[in-house]
Nanobody, 116 residues
Framework: QVQLVESGGGLVQPGRSLRLSCAAS????????MAWYRQAPGKQRELVAG???????NYLDSVKGRFTISRDNAKNTVYLQMNSLKPEDTAVYYC??????????WGQGTQVTVSS
């Protein structure tokens, strides 16, 4: 069994920052990829950022230069630093991890609202 616990969401004004965290625990031997997705009301879930165990990253075009994904392999934790937030970043953010043994797991989601 794998558990993912997310934290760090909330209400923030445009231009401000938030940092999301997602800690994995349970039957984990090795995590390969860690990622953040988001889903806004009425829209499909989309990949925001991903990071491999070796540190290779990829980003959604609209967040490049504003968001930074990082991970702490010793703590099985992935972070998403979000700067210069915009109203269009408002969504429920989900972390997702892939295990070397197979399978992908989702967090419960954390709400991020950007509004003045």
């Amino acid at each position: 069994q794998v558990q993912l616990v997310e934290s760090g969401g909330g209400l923030v004004q445009p231009g401000r920052s938030l940092r999301l965290s997602c800690a994995a625990s349970g039957s984990i031997f090795s995590i390969t990829v860690m990622a953040w997705y988001r889903q806004a009301p009425g829209k499909q879930r989309e990949l925001v950022a991903g990071i491999t165990r070796g540190g290779t990253t990829n980003y959604l075009d609209s967040v490049k230069g504003r968001f930074t994904i990082s991970r702490d392999n010793a703590k099985n934790t992935v972070y998403l630093q979000m700067n210069s937030l915009k109203p269009e970043d408002t969504a429920v953010y989900y972390c997702n991890i892939g295990l070397a043994s197979g399978g992908y797991y989702w967090g419960q989601g954390t709400q991020v609202t950007v509004s003045s």
